[in-house]
């Protein structure tokens, strides 16, 4: 658990990596990175993954599009005061690619969009995106195709099993302080846990937390089937970010190869932030 001098003091957003395609599918995604990195005096660094092989003719002319592309991006980072490195790199599956970028420029959030020009698709969330939301051991945002940016709340969706939620917590607050939103803490329960006492305990410690950053915030607790009760509950904020922590998978995810948070945010309707990786 984070004190409050960390909660303070760390940003979650220092370094963030921007992966893009140049597609239509990443002009949401390219946006969101850049107001990210405007408002939060973050180092941003731009990928774009080449699938050709490395010195064939293909690749040559995939390096010199990717090249003009990124020179767009820097052009506009540079007049929003971004400071903004681009990155080409040869891979041959764009997950690895993504992950390797990670390590290699110490991103503490990597920002994807659902789906790409490659794309096979799992419940409207890219194969790649699936992946790297994973295996990241950093912070994963997901972009829709239109989303420019926030302005109407913040939702930090935690539930029972998680430990305390500050990680999470720690973005959230970073979101709705600098874009000056509303924010919502919600913990989804089981029935049986409506009435826990240390449910609250944890709300309270969390509203007075945010309640310090001067930030307008409310909470609840609620039960139900946790992707119905978050997408319910952001509808009715109209919550346009939904922030929350990975969650254990069972065996028989695991066995399956599945993963329920990835059907959260296929069926959201915003963006979906996982906060996840060191809380320092």
Excluded at 175 to 195: F, M
């Amino acid at each position: 658990m984070m004190n409050d001098t960390d909660m303070e003091e760390l940003n979650p957003f220092k370094t963030i990596l921007l992966a893009t395609d140049g597609s239509e599918f990443s002009a949401g995604v390219e946006q969101v990175g850049m107001e990210m990195a405007s408002q939060h005096q973050s180092q941003l660094y731009v990928l774009r993954l080449l699938l050709s092989e490395e010195g064939s003719d293909e690749a040559s002319a995939e390096e010199q599009e990717a090249k003009i592309d990124l020179e767009r991006v820097i052009h506009q980072s540079a007049e929003r005061g971004i400071s903004c490195t681009p990155l080409i790199q040869f891979c041959q599956e764009p997950s690895q690619g993504i992950l390797s970028t990670i390590k290699d420029v110490g991103a503490q959030l990597v920002i994807l969009g659902c789906r790409g020009r490659r794309g096979l698709a799992k419940l409207m969330v890219g194969d790649a995106t699936t992946k790297v939301i994973d295996k990241a051991e950093c912070s994963v945002l997901v972009v829709s195709r239109l989303v420019t940016s926030w302005n109407s709340g913040v939702l930090l969706a935690l539930d029972s099993m998680e430990p305390d939620g500050d990680r999470a917590a720690l973005a959230a607050f970073h979101l709705a302080q600098s874009a000056q939103v509303p924010l919502t803490i919600l913990l989804v329960v089981d029935d049986d846990e409506v009435e826990d006492r240390e449910n609250y305990q944890l709300l309270n410690r969390l509203v007075a937390m945010a309640k310090l950053k001067n930030l307008e915030v409310d909470s609840m607790v609620q039960s139900g089937e946790i992707d119905d009760v978050i997408l319910e509950v952001a509808r009715q904020r109209s919550a346009d970010i939904i922030v929350c922590e990975p969650r254990d998978r069972s065996v028989i995810e695991k066995l399956f190869n599945t993963n329920k948070l990835i059907h959260l945010i296929g069926r959201a309707r915003c963006p979906v932030m996982v906060v996840q990786g060191p809380e320092s």
